[in-house]
């Protein structure tokens, strides 16, 4: 898996090499005679397809290389064990055999699954690994185990004031400091996996990987969407729901955005200072850990783009374990990001641990239904999961528009 990686790491790095090339002639093009011939555009477009491609490819290799087997943990304790052979029993064949009160020696929770029983640890363990490999937002936002329905944050909305006093001045009474309670609360998402029950009658089938699989595509796509548009009702708040401003008229409540320069679109001339300028509309205690989020083809236009030192602002990860770089910050594409349109959103950037906050309620639930149809079992699994932004100063949006 090491090598299949490397291998299209180097392969990345060879066509951002004649990436660059096809660019360079295109912009001399424009330069010299004002337009850029169809093919040579036509060159640019296909290499920079071929970059997403690649990309998706190194992406997949490395969610799949991250994928332990469901019951490889070597999980020795007895509790536990007992627990996970009791459940695959009751995928398997329905039957509870005490289910129930295994569950609750094994999970050491009060958790009410609904009528359902909740899957073994390393399921759980899994499944939450994987969904941190495929959804970008939680690879980023700071994520919590809660045991409750909501979380709860006391935040500081503005800090306390001060003053200057001479030798002999007594001191006056300045502003405290403003407080808010954010409450973050979880919401069920749930899937419905379907098999024959000629497949759950085939011992060889491992009926744990292949419920986490199914359970972890369906979760996935709900999350990751959720997340960046959820509207916080039975669901997460969505980062792009929250209410904006422009990031000169910035409070706390909203988040400040930058405008690209042109109406659905960059700037025609020196694009790449609108990424520059907002990179540096965030304070530099939230810079040092900023990272950027857009989708693929936000990304294939940025490519193009150059420094004042006529340096490319994208550079690729060409070493396992490196992120590509945009103006030397980590950049995440996640295709639930907003294309580039008029008055989009199509960018974040920010220290996203400390702006977003996940909230996952312990306990995966399954309900297995082989009355619904003849010959099926359908496994409704639920988890609960919430999230919103925690820290309003602490990302930036770039709206494409004028102002």
Request: hydrophobic share 40%.
């Amino acid at each position: 898996m090491t090598q299949e990686i490397k291998d299209l790491l180097e392969a990345q790095g060879k066509a951002f090499a004649e990436f660059k090339q096809a660019n360079d002639d295109r912009l001399k093009a424009v330069e010299s005679k004002g337009y850029a011939p169809a093919d040579l555009v036509g060159k640019v477009d296909t290499i920079n397809g071929e970059l997403i491609k690649l990309g998706k490819d190194i992406a997949e290799v490395m969610k799949k290389a991250s994928r332990p087997a469901a019951g490889a943990s070597g999980e020795s304790n007895p509790e536990k064990t007992e627990h996970k052979t009791a459940f695959q029993v009751y995928c398997r064949k329905g039957l509870e055999n005490g289910l129930r009160e295994l569950e609750q020696k094994a999970m050491n929770t009060g958790s009410d699954p609904d009528g359902g029983y909740l899957v073994p640890e390393e399921i759980e363990t899994e499944i939450t690994r994987v969904l941190t490999k495929e959804v970008a937002m939680r690879r980023l936002a700071t994520v919590r185990t809660i045991g409750a329905a909501s979380y709860k944050k006391p935040v500081v909305t503005s800090g306390a004031g001060f003053g200057w006093l001479g030798e002999t001045e007594d001191s006056v009474e300045t502003s405290t400091p403003k407080l808010a309670e954010l409450e973050f609360v979880s919401g069920k998402l749930f899937a419905e996996p379907w098999a024959t029950n000629d497949m759950l009658e085939d011992a060889v089938l491992n009926v744990e990987s292949w419920l986490a699989e199914e359970a972890n595509t369906s979760f996935a796509e709900g999350e990751a969407a959720a997340f960046l548009t959820g509207n916080g009702i039975k669901k997460p708040r969505g980062l792009l729901t929250h209410d904006t401003v422009v990031n000169s008229s910035y409070t706390w409540g909203k988040l400040g955005y930058i405008a690209s320069g042109a109406a659905g679109a960059f700037a025609a001339s020196n694009p790449s200072d609108a990424l520059i300028n907002m990179v540096h509309s965030l304070r530099r205690g939230y810079r040092n850990n900023g990272a950027f989020l857009m989708n693929d083809l936000t990304l294939a236009e940025i490519r193009k783009f150059k420094d004042g030192q006529g340096e490319y602002i994208w550079q690729p990860g060409l070493q396992v374990g490196v992120a590509d770089k945009l103006l030397g910050y980590t950049v995440e594409v996640d295709d639930y990001m907003p294309d580039i349109a008029a008055n989009s959103l199509a960018i974040a950037f920010g220290d996203f641990k400390r702006g977003y906050i996940i909230v996952d309620r312990r306990g995966i639930a399954v309900i297995r239904d082989n009355l619904t149809k003849k010959g099926y079992t359908k496994f409704h699994t639920t988890k609960r999961v919430g999230g919103g932004v925690q820290n309003f100063e602490a990302i930036k949006l770039m709206k494409f528009a004028v102002s």
